[in-house]
């Protein structure tokens, strides 16, 4: 059955620093996957996505990610992570056009 | 960016009590999906609509929910007879014809069963 990981259910980072959140999913075929973020009080937001082609793909708010089939990973990463960064990261990987999320990360920045 | 809208943000009801939640898609989109988060887990899919017709529903979705699209503009989800255990966050989600994969979503409802 496809599935979707995130390993780490807290990070914190300090406002400045690089970030990577990490992904690995289960899925037979070529997968869809998804970043989406949550801030408090908001509702499921899109930050990027990858069907097919580049494997690395650019989203909103300066993140990217990179997909790596050889090692089943999704890893969303931002080069200089902003206080307003803080909220929680779900990847997704789609099956039959219904998301199937991680248990998400919650991120947190120092100032 | 249009939005997807949902409402009420809360709701508190009584177990055994009836809620609908209810939700405004983007205007020209024709998939409709519902997903909960209880708190502490995973974004759980429960259901997708599409021309007037449940398309897929998950092993959550029994027989105390049902969906409709009672017009040109709403979409809700009904739960008969609320448990305690249907506390969660609910989304609602649409996407266009064209773009299927891209799904937009709404805020939220905070469903609380006493």
């Known amino acids: 059955a496809q599935s979707v990981t995130q390993p780490d259910i807290h990070i914190t980072v300090s406002e400045g620093a690089s970030l990577e959140l990490r992904c690995n999913y289960s899925?037979?075929?070529?997968?869809?996957l998804f970043w989406y973020v949550q801030s408090p009080g908001q509702g499921l937001q899109l930050l990027l996505k990858y069907f097919s082609g580049d494997t690395l793909v650019q989203g909103i708010k300066g993140f990217e990610a990179e997909f790596k089939r050889s090692q089943s990973s999704f890893n969303l990463r931002k080069p200089s992570v902003h206080w307003s960064d803080a909220a929680e990261y779900f990847c997704a990987v789609v099956n039959t056009g219904k998301l199937i999320f991680g248990q998400g990360t919650t991120l947190q920045v120092k100032p | 960016e249009p939005e997807v809208t949902q409402t009420p943000s809360h709701q508190v009801t009584q177990m055994g009590q009836e809620v609908i939640l209810r939700c405004v898609p983007i205007s020209n989109h024709l998939y409709f999906y519902w997903y909960r988060q209880i708190l502490g887990q995973k974004v759980e899919f429960l259901v997708s609509f599409y021309n007037n017709e449940i398309s897929e529903k998950s092993e959550i979705f029994d027989d105390q929910f049902s969906v409709e699209r009672p017009d040109g503009s709403n979409f809700t989800l009904k739960i008969r007879s609320t448990k305690l255990e249907d506390s969660a966050m609910y989304f609602c989600?649409?996407?266009?014809?064209?773009?299927?994969?891209?799904?937009?979503f709404g805020s939220g409802t905070q469903l609380s069963v006493l």
């Open positions: 989600a649409s996407s266009s014809l064209t773009n299927n994969e891209k799904l937009f």
């Open positions: 899925y037979g075929a070529t997968p869809y």
